[in-house]
């Protein structure tokens, strides 16, 4: 059983991605096959990038047997009202600005549940939303 | 560490290195170490990218290819160069007489490798169109980003479009003419005539096919120094005329840096240089960039023009090519009664042979085929960094502190090759100073641990 934990800066779009980068140097150097690292990789990085996007700040725990890989994001913000809303694709608040940056198309919560074979998202408007995610390794 | 049974041409000199590390600190691979005063390769990590070639000060690092010689083995000798190999002489210097002085050197024929473009252009269209499922599709062009993405990037492997790169195309199609021209198939010897350590690697153990038609292969610099003193000391008398038709412009640039992606329908992008190559798979295997279509990835700064074998300066080589690109007309073609036939006369032969086998991934990271092992691995790694002052000095011998935990951790090393940790344990009279200075000479040698013995006097 291995344990990590990251901070996420909300705002901040030059750091975005690097939790899912270590955690992916990682994977690899557990010799956890490619395609589930891809998986994991893709759903944390979505679930990072909400936390810049949307969030003032998070911290993200990792972990991680040789059964299985769980992933728990808390963040400090605005929370989700409507989450079964949230999880519509195409569904985004994202601000204009956000959207330059060449995000906000909606596809952040639906490409996290593909690619997650456990996903809860809990929140609670203007204090915070918790993001958890499970993936197993053998199956 | 273990070897690898991966053919690589480089190799390091033992009775030439000089323990500098200078190669060490530049590897991307971080595939090199110093051990006894020399530094030592290890094979299953070397992607043959050349960055150590380029830096050593003693010329240690050689590419190893076959004696000049070995040509006159066969009857008929044909030099297969690239376009990159004109573009190493002045301007003032003709194709002909490049092509004249490489007659009088011996050589029966000579084939340019970028015709091949003109069928694998065509190849790589229909395939990107077929394979949209492994988006961004990767170019099978530079041998070295083929083995970088095997050992770094194992999730990408299959990305690699399963196309031969030009120059295996044209050596099937010459051996093909030559064949139908009656001539037995020993008698035939194909020299490539290599910008880079990689394409020798990929020669002698091609990833994804059995055996290469390429006979042997004479490095660029060995060949280019050859010509031009010949060329100078005739001051192009004889002419002789070339038996290969001249290059399309589009085949011309083909090695160069966007050579590729301007050719290939949709979102393309061309990146040159390995580091530069390494931060962008880092961020397409996140899926931090998507909807490219297709990728042009090299290993050299300004591609093939900056091959570790090149002489010129690359941008003047860049500059010549496309000045060459740009005077093609379709006119020009010779019709010479000995010339090879357009090489769109073997398409569909050419077509039947342009696939290659899946590529395999051999992660170079893992710390254990068996996860629970790696885990245990891994904790010792984080703790032996907790101990470590994270400076990347090389002192130890390895190319940065993580690479010595990863070492020690894999009991390929020692955690006393610090020189932090045996300054520690010397104060607290762990360790004794003989067995410090014991330390640094089964990493640097005897020499560089023996001559300080006047310091005083200095
Ligand atoms: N951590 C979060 N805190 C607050 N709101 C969030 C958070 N994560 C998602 N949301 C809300 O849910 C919406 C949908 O999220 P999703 O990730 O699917 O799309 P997006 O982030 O807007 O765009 P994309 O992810 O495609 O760049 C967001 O627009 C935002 O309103
Ligand atoms: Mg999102």
Redesign the interface.
Same mark, same amino acid.
């Given at each position: 059983m291995?344990h990590f934990e990251y901070h996420v800066e909300g705002g901040n779009f030059t750091k975005a991605?690097a939790a899912?980068?270590q955690l992916?140097?990682?994977l690899?150097?557990?010799? @956890?096959d490619?395609?589930i690292?891809?998986r994991i @990789? @893709?759903a944390l990085?979505e679930a990072e990038v909400n936390i810049v996007a949307h969030a003032f700040e998070g911290d993200i725990f990792i972990d991680?047997d040789?059964e299985k890989i769980g992933i728990k994001l808390v963040d400090q913000g605005p929370g989700i009202a409507d989450i079964e809303l949230a999880m519509q694709k195409g569904y985004s608040t994202a601000s204009p600005s956000v959207r330059e940056m060449g995000f906000g198309a909606g596809m952040g919560l639906p490409n996290i549940k593909n690619n997650s074979d456990e996903l809860k998202i809990t929140s609670q408007v203007n204090i915070g939303t918790t993001v958890e995610l499970v993936t197993y390794?053998n199956q | 560490m273990e070897t690898g049974n991966f053919h690589h041409a480089l190799k390091i000199r033992e009775d030439l290195c000089i323990g500098c590390s200078h190669c060490m600190n530049v590897c991307p691979t971080e595939a090199i170490r110093v051990r006894n005063g020399k530094s030592v390769l290890f094979g299953d990590r070397c992607v043959d990218c050349g960055e150590c070639f380029r830096v050593c000060p003693v010329s240690a690092i050689i590419i190893d290819h076959d004696d000049f010689n070995h040509i006159f083995d066969y009857k008929y000798r044909v030099a297969l160069v690239p376009a990159v190999f004109t573009g190493q002489f002045p301007e003032d210097i003709s194709l002909r007489q490049i092509h004249s002085v490489m007659l009088e050197l011996g050589f029966t024929h000579i084939y340019e490798v970028e015709n091949g473009v003109e069928i694998l252009s065509k190849a790589i269209n229909d395939y990107t169109e077929k394979h949209s499922e492994n988006k961004p599709l990767i170019s099978s062009f530079c041998p070295a980003i083929i083995r970088l993405i095997q050992v770094k990037f194992p999730s990408l492997v299959d990305n690699i479009i399963r196309l031969k790169p030009p120059l295996d195309i044209s050596a099937h199609f010459l051996k093909k003419e030559l064949l139908t021209m009656g001539i037995p198939a020993e008698e035939i010897g194909i020299f490539y005539v290599t910008p880079c350590a990689a394409k020798i690697a990929a020669i002698k153990d091609p990833v994804g096919e059995s055996t290469s038609p390429i006979a042997g292969v004479i490095n660029m610099d060995f060949l280019f120094n050859k010509v031009y003193r010949k060329v100078k000391q005739q001051n192009g008398q004889s002419c002789a005329i070339p038996v290969s038709g001249k290059l399309s412009g589009k085949a011309t640039c083909w090695s160069l840096t966007n050579g590729e992606a301007s050719q290939i329908s949709g979102r393309c992008l061309a990146i040159d240089e390995i580091h530069n190559v390494i931060e962008f798979l880092e961020k397409i295997e996140n899926e931090e960039i998507t909807d490219i279509d297709f990728l042009e990835l090299r290993a050299c700064d300004e591609s093939c023009a900056g091959g570790v074998l090149t002489t010129s300066n690359r941008f003047l080589s860049v500059e010549r090519l496309r000045n060459h690109a740009d005077s093609y007309h379709e006119s020009d073609e010779p019709t010479h009664p000995d010339a090879f036939r357009k090489i769109t006369s073997e398409s569909e032969y050419l077509t039947s042979k342009i696939s290659i086998e899946p590529i395999k991934p051999r992660s170079i990271l893992k710390l254990d085929e068996n996860m629970a092992e790696a885990m245990k691995k891994m904790e010792k790694v984080n703790r032996i960094m907790q101990l470590l002052p994270m400076v990347d000095c090389g002192i130890c011998g390895a190319p940065s502190c993580q690479s010595l935990a990863q070492d020690i951790a894999q009991g390929e090393g020692g955690i006393q090759q610090c020189i932090f940790i045996q300054k520690i344990l010397e104060q607290k009279g762990e360790m004794s100073l003989d067995d410090s200075v014991e330390v640094m000479q089964s990493i640097w040698g005897f020499g560089k641990t023996n001559k300080y013995r006047d310091i005083k006097g200095i």
């Open positions: 291995m991605g899912s980068s992916k140097k990682i690899k150097q557990l010799n @956890v490619p395609k690292i891809k @990789v @893709v990085y991680i040789t390794l | -």
